[in-house]
């Protein structure tokens, strides 16, 4: 399994940036042997839980939401809570004309986390992967936390299975939930490799809204909070954050089906997307040189479009819609 490198657009962003990434060099020297790795231990018997943020470099909400413990001295009223900024290096190239570029320095690190690149890693990110890998293996739970390129409604991604969604619907997030299949989704990916050790545990990313919006930070925050407080482990001083953006009353559980890649250079969606829309069995969705690439399922989704398509590279995940709300209870 390859893992394809990192690539940009040099055109300017027309995401805002409302903010900058801040200087984690006061949290490099962490407590486990590993740069910017922070291990809370209470001293009490319960979950061990990873959160982790900077999957990808530009993705600060994450880092922000760490950030907030660190410096409030949040600690677990039970088991261990280990923190983890992972591609710091790549966070330090941020550049705000070039915002995207900051998301990796070689290969996309939510993509390396499998035998195949970890038995022979030739690039950082699965350099640093390896260096984070038992933490993750030791986990009862985990909580990726990732941003996104459009202003789309915020998304909880797991593998469906009976354990991780009853989890994730006590969560009460208000926002839509994307299940699918471990080993047919991005085996590389950070949740899968946690899942692949996982017993009876939680694998979770949440992707918390657009990269660099002040909302997307509170997101990240709001959800790590109640990430701990399901656990048992939030003290009840500590109060819940509001959701970084207005729950969505039409959220709901989507399955994901498939990932496309652009096939050439001339892939084009048939108009801007964002994330969400919605196709009938047939619509057309975009075009690929000469090829008409039409939704092959009714209640068609699409998930992430990429920002600038790529030759070779995933432009968008489809999914099907199969819940059209969220238990709130």
Known sequence: ??????????????????????????????????????????????????????????????????????????RPTKGAMTLIFANVEAYKTFDPQRPFASRCLNVDMNRVWHASQLTKPDNHEALRAIELLPFIENADSLLDLHSTTFAVTPMLIYPDNACNRQFADRLAFPFPHLLYDLGSYHTGMLISEHERHSDGGFSLVAECGQHFAKATS???????????????????????????????????????????????????????????????????????????????FDNCALIMPARVPIAGEEVVTLAERIETSVDKN
């Open 1 to 74: 399994m390859s893992v394809p490198p990192c690539r940009f657009s040099i055109a300017e962003s027309d995401a805002p940036i409302e903010l900058l990434p801040r200087d984690l060099s006061a949290w490099q020297q962490g407590n486990c042997g590993v740069d910017y790795v922070h291990r809370l231990d209470s001293g009490h018997k319960g979950p061990e839980l990873v959160i982790q943020a900077l999957t990808h470099g530009n993705e600060i909400c994450g880092a922000n939401a760490l950030l907030w413990l660190l410096e409030n001295d949040i």
């Open 218 to 296: 509170q997101q990240a925050l709001a959800t790590t909070l109640r990430f701990l407080q399901l656990h048992g482990m939030l003290k009840d001083t500590i109060e819940l954050p509001d959701w970084g953006y207005s729950p969505d009353s039409d959220a709901g559980h989507y399955r994901i089906d498939r990932v496309l890649k652009a096939e050439s250079e001339k892939f084009r969606f048939v108009e801007l997307f964002k994330g969400f829309e919605q196709f009938d069995k047939g619509e057309l969705i975009a075009i690929d040189d000469q090829e008409l690439i039409a939704a092959p």
